[in-house]
């Protein structure tokens, strides 16, 4: 079989790139053909959806499927994939999502995804939350209670260990200042043979507006100097490269940002500890098989709940391999059963 499945916008949010890689592995995995087409351009300024003289590409590629990832159930969903979906739905392409989420779960939000979810049609989905899995019953014929491709990664991008093994701490606070970390024999982080505790200046991220800008003003009030906990060597990874600024990326020693994904692999894969309000720079450092603390509220994070993950919120943890193992072979086999 062909199948389409689109990929992009690695430099707004590295995280995409990882549900987009593992899926592209699944399909070579099982031996489908798969062909790597461009994500609409609607992402770029989602209330305005897609531009109204942009290319569509899958209006001349040939595919029996096209595959959309993550968490497409949004507001402006009608605006960015709906008639690309329906012009591929009347020529007999299938449309599948692996790895499906939302953005909100709120009853209006619900609603609204009620409208045009018949006319998608999905041949399945594969979801990576219970909380989608939940509202999806009875609205796809098809449906698994899947997890995030990201948590695939390892399988799909190994990544080698550092010069003389060395351990890094990642840091990823690109949407909050960076919590204040003090040595606590009481803590309940540890690094090496010491323990910490930690003091957020915000409670959580800011919300509207104001959390869009937020990293960009957050350099000129605050930065983060230290450049490593008990011995360790931070690395603070920024998800969001584009749009540029040096001055919201580069402000803090050991910044790292790029617009894809390989050193960012490479420091999740190296990771001692991964403490973070960005869920994938936690997913991609737990699917490595290292130890990872979520610094959030967002609802969009129940994807870690999903595996057991509840008190990451609380402390760092780390995956049951054996776990990850079988969720992978279950989900393979969801995918073979149904294509």
């Known amino acids: 079989m062909k199948i389409a499945s689109v990929k992009g916008y690695w430099s707004t949010n590295i995280g995409n790139s990882l549900f987009q890689i593992s899926a592209e592995g699944i399909f070579n995995e099982l031996g489908h053909e798969v062909i ?12 305005k959806g897609n531009p109204e003289n942009y290319f569509e590409i899958m209006d001349l590629v040939d595919a029996d499927y096209y595959c959309i990832h993550g968490p497409f159930f949004r507001k402006e969903f009608d605006r960015i994939y709906l008639e690309n979906i329906k012009k591929l739905k009347k020529r007999g392409v299938k449309i599948i999502g692996l790895g499906v989420g939302a953005m909100h779960y709120d009853e209006t939000s619900v609603n609204y995804y009620n409208q045009w ?3 998608c049609d999905f041949d399945f989905i594969a979801t990576r939350d219970e909380l989608t899995f939940n509202f999806l019953k009875g609205k796809v014929d098809n449906l698994y209670n899947g997890i995030d491709l990201g948590f695939l990664i390892k399988y799909y991008k190994p990544q080698n260990k550092l010069l003389n093994n060395e351990k890094l701490v990642c840091f990823n606070f690109d949407q909050i200042p960076e919590p204040n970390f003090y040595e606590d024999q009481n803590g309940v982080i540890k690094v090496g043979d010491k323990k910490f505790s930690y003091k957020k200046s915000l409670s959580n991220e800011p919300r509207g507006n104001l959390k869009k800008i937020f990293p960009f003003i957050r350099p000129y009030f605050k930065k983060f100097d230290s450049d490593n906990v008990n011995g360790f060597k931070i690395i603070r990874t920024d998800h969001r490269f584009n749009p540029y600024s040096r001055k919201k990326i580069y402000s803090d020693k050991n910044t790292f940002a790029m617009d894809t994904p390989e050193g960012y692999l490479i420091a999740y ?10 869920v994938h720079a936690n997913v991609a450092t737990l699917s490595y098989g290292n130890t990872a603390m979520y610094f959030s509220d967002s609802k969009r994070a129940t994807l870690l709940n999903r595996l057991d993950l509840g008190e990451i919120y609380n402390k760092p943890m780390t995956l049951d391999q054996d776990r990850l193992d079988e969720e992978k072979f279950n989900l393979l086999n969801f995918i073979k059963s149904t294509i």
């Open 117 to 119: 979810i018949k006319e």
């Open 269 to 278: 894969a190296n990771s001692e500890l991964t403490l973070s309000n960005r």
């Open 36 to 47: 790597s087409v461009p994500d609409v351009p609607g992402f770029m300024n989602v209330k």
